[in-house]
């Protein structure tokens, strides 16, 4: 049986989603489908499954990217979707282990690419929030307000996922 | 008269502003949702600095993947050759594989072989001066092995 679970989850805080839906296989939920704020779960045998989410360097309809999952499903890894450049994984727990990096390096690397996202965004939403914000109507009010809130958590999501940096890279000066 | 036009304009100015700053919010809000073109902006991965190749020390992955393709071979066979090699201790996760192949074949460390008609998986094997770097790592983990040795004293 199918059933649809919606929930929200920001972009620095992907590794709480992985958990979320290890949770869910372990109690015999896997994941089939994803969209906007969407999950779609599938009835299963518990903990048949093991997910992995990742941040796609490229689309996923891009060659590169095309590749890369097709370099992963020969793994054994299967493709469960792909919403924006979030790609949802899985791998049968029976066929051993499954991370998508095993070094300080790659991990760093795909921490780096959320928070350049978060950097190309912040100076669009601090511009819109001035521009808002210097008008005085209600709906420039609601706007900036709106914006306000948006701007502190995608600060914090910055500052989260760049702590994450530099603990790596600390990480890195002792060993691989 | 002078006032009255001030004032008009700056209530039509207001209004512009009011206006430009929806205008702006929406927008915002669109390209918030639709990320895509700021997703290929930041999409590129930096890469560090070029490394001196005398100076080069290889990652225990790099190494052992360098290792594997004296004997051509695909990238899962790459994960079960390393993992064989060493005993089941070095286990490379896919993503970090694929991203390794990459740079090595930048580097023109290993090539993909030309593909056979009836087999999808692209095989590799690896170039002259990847076996110069695969020299040079074991000259310099001799060193440090006998280093040790000397130092610690032989196990």
Known sequence: M??????????????????WLNEMSAKGLNLVGVGFGKFVFEEGTPGEYHFHIEWLKHFPSHPETVSYIHFLEETGVEHVGSFKMWAYFRKKTSDGVFDLFSDIDSRIIHYKRIRNLLLCLFPLEILAFWINATSSSIANFGCSSFLGILIILITIGMIKIMVKIKHLKKERILHE | MVLKIAERFTTKNKKQTTLVGCLFFYLNLLTTIFVDVIIHISANDTTEDDIVVENIVLTEAVYYILLSLFEHMHG???MQNVEKLSSGRVRLAAGTLYGAINTLLEKHWIEALPEEK???????????????????EIKRLRELLENGEKIVGGV
């Open chain 2, 118 to 136: 009836n087999s999808r998986k692209k095989e590799y094997m690896i170039t002259s001066d990847g076996k110069e770097a695969v020299n040079y």
């Open chain 2, 76 to 78: 899962y066979g790459i």
């Open chain 1, 2 to 19: 199918r059933f649809t679970v919606h929930k929200i989850y920001w972009a620095w805080n992907f590794e709480e989603e992985e958990k």
